[in-house]
């Protein structure tokens, strides 16, 4: 596989979108012969990030919309998660998790987000006309 594939995924802010948007990325990533093991990753990836912008991004209900770019090539997969919620930057505003303390010791949350820095190989953030973007890419080789 060498040219470059795209796909874009609009998703309402809820529950079962997350679900059915990371199974329609997972096919994405299954037809272009990813490996299983960096398919599984990026589904996780991206349900951990989309249902944190369902949890956490609005005051208002589900009547928002996550909006998934992705783009395959030989090399990586790129996927550009867009939502119009509250300015959250995961990799500066989410707490670094405890890992060495007990689990009675350790706050409930936070390891999603290292969860989705530790599986991809490249996490960036900005903020754009009113908008989080948070860029997930894995190597293909990952």
């Known amino acids: 596989m060498s040219a470059k594939r795209s796909l874009h ?16 990325a997972e096919d994405f990533a299954q037809g272009e012969d990813w490996p299983l ?17 369902v949890s ?3 005051e208002d209900g589900d009547n928002h919309q996550i909006d998934l770019d992705l783009v ?4 990586a997969l790129t996927i550009e998660i867009s939502d119009d919620g509250q300015p959250f930057d995961p990799l500066t505003d989410a707490p670094s998790p405890d890992l060495q303390a007990s689990l009675e010791d350790r706050h409930v949350g936070g390891l999603g987000v ?13 903020r754009e006309r ?10 293909r080789d990952g």
């Open 9 to 24: 995924i609009e998703a309402k802010c809820n529950p079962d979108e997350v679900r059915r948007a990371a199974e329609i």
């Open 114 to 126: 290292h969860l989705v820095r530790t599986m991809m190989d490249e996490v960036h953030y900005r």
């Open 130 to 139: 009113g908008r989080n973007l948070l860029t997930l890419v894995k190597l």
């Open 37 to 53: 093991k960096v398919v599984f990753q990026v589904k996780l990836a991206l349900e951990e990030v989309m249902m944190n912008v």
């Open 72 to 75: 395959s090539d030989a090399e």
């Open 56 to 58: 956490y991004a609005h």
